[in-house]
Each structure stands twice: as C-alpha cells, then as structure tokens.
C-alpha cells in the first residue's frame, strides 16, 4: 500500500475560498489502482481558529499551525488583504512562527498571493517565483533577491513551487500530483475534475484578446478537430482552411480570434502535449513518439522539448514514468 503524502493547507484571514479549496479537491481526487487515496490533506490556521474568507463567510479548522510538523507538503493560498501580513513583505510574529514548524526537506507551494508569504520568510530567496499577474511590479519592489518570473502559470525549483492566481493554482497542483505519481494518475484526477490535464507551468498568464466577433459564416472548432485527429500526418494550412470552408487568410484571422493564436503556434502546442502523452504512457520509442505526434523526427522532438520545457524526451519520460512505476 503506497503510504499517504501528507498536505497541509495553510489558511491566512481573508483566504480566497476558491483557492483555498483547490488543494483539496485535486489532491483528494488523486487514487492509486485499488482505489485508496494516495494523499491526506488538512487544513489548519495559524493558531487553530476559525478565519474569514474573502467572502461573507467563515471557516473553521480542526488544525492548528502543529499541523505543519508533519506535513510533507505545505500550501499557502492567496488571501485578499493588501496590507500584513500578505503584501508588504514583513510577517507577524505568529505567521512566522507558523511557517518556523515547517520541518526540513518538507516541499512548500504557493497559489497566487500566497508567493508574497513565502518570499518574506525568506523561502524563494535566489529561486524562480511567480505570483498573480497583477501584483507582480509589486512582488519584484520589495523582493528582488527573487527571480521572479511575471508571466508564467507555475514554478518548480524541486522542494518550493509557486503558481499564478486562481486555476493556475489547478495547474499546479495537477503537476504536482504528475511529479509525484505520473501522468496516468493526474490524467485520472483532470478527468475527474473536468479540468485539462496539464498546461505548461511556462505558459503565460493572461492574453489580452478582444472579444471575438459573432461567426456568421461559422468556426475554425470541426477543422481543430480534425486536425487533433491527424497530428502524425501534419496538415497544411489550405487543407485546413477547406475544412472550414473559408479563405486561408479569413481563417487565420479567426483562428486567432478563437484560439488566440496562429495556426502553426496552436498546432505545436497540440503536438507536444500529444508527445508528452506518449512520453508518459506508452513503451514506444523517442521516434515512434516523434513520429505519431507530427514532429516527424526525434530531432525536431528533442529541439522543441527542450525549446518548451528544458528537458530532452528521454528525461522527461524518466521523471513521470518513474513516479508511476
């Protein structure tokens, strides 16, 4: 029986309910083979009270910051106060206090704001970081001992991990649960979520995109879906536009306004997240991979990995398919 992983989830006052609760539910949802929960998760205040949400409401806790001991990963969600201990860089004696029972080679995650929390405890302190859009000038004034990364959905420096606001606190914790167990059991857990299964913590937060305009004349969605069933045999941009029945350049420009995106970008994506699949649950080779995903050679497999998540395929099959085994 695969032993319990232990998740305390740290509530500050005027915690965001939807955050706070993301923990909870994509690590809840996490099951081996035989059914039984391969996570154990709790949460706790910093002194065992009831705390207010950001919200008009309370929550209460069984768990004081003792919880912290002997938790093998500790989650600070966001909380919506802009002053301390959250957004000024400075602790209370009693959040730092808390945080001090965190015991050595526990992993510590943040979602959204909840960044702020941990680089004032000195926790991301010459590592990579990222927090909401929105408050990111404000994160990079009062910590630039921080390597903060503004724009993407996730960090992972190994044993600290930070994400943006709201679902990409999702992202995070599927890629967690992807790290510690594999692809097949996060797959599980985004299913059973109906969430997508992973989005590549580099990915940006926030696209500034208008509104698209109705579509008399119809979508580019049956010709993505079609493509999606023809990746290994890449199709050209004209095809796709016959499928849409429009002109290549009427469907380019709707294809970005749907997608936010050029055909090609979208199509990359596509292929890669089809690679990663492989990667992760099948036996067939880097080539054989290269091949059914469209990238056509393990060649141009490997350049494109490596372009977008800075690992070859063969370490990146290692890393979750080992978590799996």
Avoid: K
Avoid at 35 to 41: A, K, R, T
Avoid at 79 to 96: H, Q, S
Avoid at 155 to 181: N, Y
Avoid at 264 to 291: C, F, M, N, P
């Amino acid at each position: 029986m695969t032993a319990l992983h232990r998740v305390a989830v740290l509530a500050l006052d005027r915690v965001i309910a939807f955050e706070l609760g993301i923990p909870s539910r994509i690590f809840g949802s996490a099951t081996a083979p035989d059914g039984s929960p391969l996570y154990q998760v709790q949460t706790c205040t910093m002194d065992g009270g009831p705390v207010a949400t950001s919200s008009d409401f309370r929550i209460a806790v069984d768990h004081g910051p003792e919880l912290l001991e002997q938790a093998d990963t500790v989650l600070v969600p966001a909380a919506r106060d802009l002053g301390p201990p959250y957004l000024d860089g400075r602790l209370t004696p009693e959040l730092a206090a808390a945080l001090a029972r965190i015991r050595p080679g526990a992993r510590v995650a943040s979602i959204c704001t909840g960044a702020f929390v941990l680089a004032s405890a000195g926790l991301l302190d010459g590592r990579p970081a990222t927090t909401h859009w929105r408050y990111t000038d404000r994160f990079a004034e009062l910590f630039p001992q921080v390597r903060l990364a503004p724009d993407v959905l996730y960090t992972d420096d190994g044993d600290v991990l930070t994400s943006g606001g709201v679902a990409a606190g999702v992202d995070l914790c599927l890629h967690m649960v992807r790290r510690d167990h594999g692809g097949a059991v996060a797959n599980q857990v985004a299913r059973h979520c109906l969430v997508p299964p992973w989005r590549e913590g580099g990915q940006r937060q926030y696209v500034d995109l208008p509104v698209p305009p109705a579509a008399p004349t119809g979508s580019t969605a049956a010709a993505r879906s079609w493509a999606l069933e023809h990746l290994a045999e890449p199709p050209a941009l004209r095809e796709l536009a016959d499928r849409a029945g429009m002109s290549v350049r009427t469907f380019t420009r709707r294809f970005r306004e749907e997608t936010g995106s050029s055909p090609g970008q979208w199509l990359t994506v596509q292929r890669t997240a089809r690679a990663r699949e492989l990667l992760e649950l099948t036996d067939l080779s880097i080539d054989q991979v290269a091949r059914q995903s469209g990238f056509g050679t393990a060649a141009s497999l490997r350049s494109q990995l490596r372009g977008r998540l800075d690992v070859p395929p063969s370490t990146y099959r290692r890393t979750f398919r080992a978590a799996a085994d």
